[in-house]
């Protein structure tokens, strides 16, 4: 079945750095597009960056600059690199992937991983 799972969240001091790592298995990887949302208490779960099956990134105004996403499709796995954290990062970092498939489209999730920013 399909799996997406997370890892690498914790806790960083504002400033630090973190990489968080996600291993899909149950679907074929490099046709979908891979993301990253993430959702703070109380907030909506928002997109932070994805990466479309040819490398194409985009990433949230709030995180240009900082953070870097990448793929190994090779191994089924998308990365996120987080650099100069704020506590305004601090929230849930979710797994997604996307695809299209004709006229429809789907969507995993992972179970999420809790990044905290202490100030």
């Known amino acids: 079945q399909v799996q997406l799972v997370e890892s690498g969240g914790g806790l960083v001091q504002a400033g630090g750095s973190l990489r968080l790592s996600c291993a899909a298995s149950g679907f074929i990887f490099s046709w979908y597009t891979m993301g990253w949302y993430r959702q703070a208490p109380g907030k909506q779960r928002e997109l932070v960056t994805g990466?479309?099956?040819?490398?194409?990134?985009n990433y949230a105004d709030s995180v240009k600059g900082r953070f870097t996403i990448s793929r190994d499709n090779a191994k089924n796995m998308v990365y996120l690199q987080m650099n100069s954290l704020k506590p305004e990062d601090t929230a849930v970092y979710y797994c997604n992937a996307h695809g299209i498939m004709g006229s429809s489209s789907r969507d995993y999730w992972g179970q999420g991983t809790q990044v905290t920013v202490s100030s």
């Open positions: 990466i479309t099956s040819i490398g194409t990134t």
